[in-house]
Nanobody, 121 residues
Framework: QVRLVESGGGLVQTGGSLRLSCAAS????????MGWYRQVPGKERELVAH???????NYADSVKGRFTISRDNARKMEYLQMNRLNPEDTGVYYC???????????????WGQGTQVTVSS
């Protein structure tokens, strides 16, 4: 079993910054793609950014130039540095990871429990 735990959410004013962290633990042979998603009430969960095991990144247009995703493969961590935050960034942020639990096993997608980010105007 694999567990993902996010941390770093909170309340920040417009223009401020936050850094989210996601720690993976459990039965892990290899983590492939990792990502961050966010969700607001009444809307579907949307991609914020993801990063491959080789470090290739992809961002939603709304966060390009403001957010940076990174990962530490040795520590099984991923991060989301969020700068120049605005109220439209408010939501619950979830990390996910595509994990191979054993060599040769098919990768499975796991999600964290989410962390609230609130940006006040």
């Amino acid at each position: 079993q694999v567990r993902l735990v996010e941390s770093g959410g909170g309340l920040v004013q417009t223009g401020g910054s936050l850094r989210l962290s996601c720690a993976a633990s459990g039965s892990i042979y290899r983590i492939n793609r990792m990502g961050w998603y966010r969700q607001v009430p009444g809307k579907e969960r949307e991609l914020v950014a993801h990063i491959t095991s080789g470090g290739t990144t992809n961002y939603a247009d709304s966060v390009k130039g403001r957010f940076t995703i990174s990962r530490d493969n040795a520590r099984k961590m991923e991060y989301l540095q969020m700068n120049r935050l605005n109220p439209e960034d408010t939501g619950v942020y979830y990390c996910n990871a595509l994990v191979e639990e054993r060599y040769g096993w098919e990768a499975r997608l796991y999600w964290g429990q989410g962390t609230q980010v609130t940006v006040s105007s």
